[in-house]
């Protein structure tokens, strides 16, 4: 019997993945990509140093893709975090965990990781052609028979590529300018799939007035923060976050980003409560606050603040009390101190929008899992077309759970395409 011939659509993780696994167990495997080159984002995951993935056990694994995660079980189950490690290790690619149980290349060169997978794709056979924009799959009798292209090196000439599988592996929406411009979910699509509404997740957030902008490049860590809908508490955490001339960003930011993307939509009104003293409960902060009005009773109010908060915040704290900074310690009332203690643990500011895809680091919505089999990564529509990667209605938190489910979702979906190929 001949090899079959599979097409892997995106040279994204997900794709060299699938077409690596598909090549070593037999198939002839092209991956058409649109980009002059494969693994664009890849290379500036991790802030270019690539989070590969995370130490964390499966239960808490899954978990991290919320009511979703159930889906990838058997992805993880055939290719988990310590396969993907051993794999790269094979290639010759050391790791090392940080906080949070993060992997990251010893190295810490996302690109060292790019040009391994390229490098052991290709030496399983796989031949890779960049510069192709696949723009329609050919489907006879709701069986895959291959797809239609643009060559984007040549005038955009068109032309059909005929294969007996077709993997589609082509990201999400966010961060267009790596490829990943949402055209997977419009091949889907046309086979028939639903797609779940995309939304950019991880994503910073845009606030009401100026505040921002005047505590702009200010990081905030070990805080508190909460996220109010309509006066209801939805959420909170804690950690660090950033301060920008639109908004807010950083790691908790990006976290509640997808909880407040999807209340923004209902047009619910947020705002977000930020808990500079989460470490001092109201009582002992009090007790602070008075020792240190007390103990610097002839100093101006606004000096002894920098004894509470970093620079930038303390005219920001001035105006929003109201408490007037030329004010003597010794005359500042309980009404006020009342007012600073209130302020200093519940200081909010009103979320009006997010920032688009274009910085968005994941999408959120995709493929309808329902349509598509966990343990094959086969759509129930449409024989022989599979699924891979961030293209699936599948998003995590930041951590190395994303890259994961890209590696693993591959390494399935190129294993059972391959599975009857020879
Ligand atoms: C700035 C940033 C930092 C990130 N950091 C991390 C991190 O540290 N850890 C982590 O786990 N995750 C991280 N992510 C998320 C992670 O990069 C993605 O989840 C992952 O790349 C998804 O892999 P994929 O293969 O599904 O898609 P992609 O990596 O998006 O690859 C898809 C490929 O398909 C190609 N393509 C698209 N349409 C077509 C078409 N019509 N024809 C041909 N080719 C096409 C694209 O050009 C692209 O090369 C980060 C994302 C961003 C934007």
């Known amino acids: 019997m001949r090899n079959k011939r599979i097409l892997v659509v995106g040279g994204g993780p997900a794709g060299l993945m699938a077409a690596g696994q598909a090549a070593l167990s037999g198939a002839r495997v092209i991956v058409l990509e649109k980009k002059s080159k494969p693994l664009r984002k890849l290379g500036i995951t991790g802030k270019g140093r690539c989070n590969l993935t995370n130490k964390a056990p499966l239960t808490e694994f899954i978990k991290r893709f919320g009511s979703n995660g159930r889906f990838l079980r058997s992805a993880f189950d055939h290719f988990y975090s310590d396969d993907l490690i051993r794999f790269l290790k094979k290639l010759g690619v050391e790791t090392a965990f940080e906080r949070g149980g993060r992997v990251f290349p010893l190295s810490g060169d996302a690109g060292e990781v790019a040009d391994a997978l390229l490098k052991w794709a290709r030496g399983n056979g796989v031949k890779i052609r960049t510069g192709i924009r696949v723009k329609g799959l050919i489907i006879n009798e709701n069986n895959i028979a291959g797809v239609k292209y643009v060559n984007l090196q040549k005038s955009e000439t068109a032309g059909e590529y005929i294969a007996d599988k077709v993997i589609i592996a082509t990201g999400g929406a966010s961060y267009p300018a790596t490829g990943s411009t949402g055209d997977g979910y419009r091949l889907a699509e046309s ?180 349509e598509v089999n966990p343990k094959t990564l086969e759509s129930r529509l449409v024989k022989n077309l599979y699924f891979a990667g961030e293209v699936l209605d599948i998003d995590a938190d930041t951590g190395g759970f994303n890259l994961q489910a890209a590696f693993s979702t591959g390494c399935l979906a190129g294993a059972s395409g391959a599975e009857k190929s020879t």
Request: charged share 30%; net charge positive; with cysteine.
């Open 191 to 370: 086979a028939g799939h639903r797609i779940i509404p995309i939304r950019p997740a991880l994503v910073p957030l845009e606030t009401r007035g100026d505040v921002a902008k005047r505590l702009q490049g200010l990081s905030l860590k070990n805080i508190g923060l909460k996220v109010m809908a309509d006066d209801k508490k939805v959420g909170d955490i804690f950690g660090e976050m950033l301060f920008t001339h639109y908004g807010v960003s950083g790691p908790i930011i990006l976290t509640i980003s997808k909880i407040v993307v999807d209340l923004l939509r209902k047009k619910q009104r947020v705002f977000i409560s930020i808990d500079l003293k989460p470490a001092l409960d109201e009582k002992k902060l009090d007790i602070r606050l008075l020792r240190d009005l007390n103990s610097h009773g002839n100093k101006k109010f606004r000096s002894i603040l920098k004894l509470l908060l970093p620079q930038k915040l303390i005219p920001v704290c001035v105006e929003l009390t109201g408490i007037p900074g030329e004010k003597l310690c010794h005359q500042v009332s309980s009404a006020e101190r009342k007012k600073l203690r209130l302020w200093l643990k519940d200081f909010r500011l009103d979320i009006t929008g997010h920032r688009s895809f274009n910085e968005a680091i994941i999408t959120a919505g995709g493929v309808c899992l329902k």
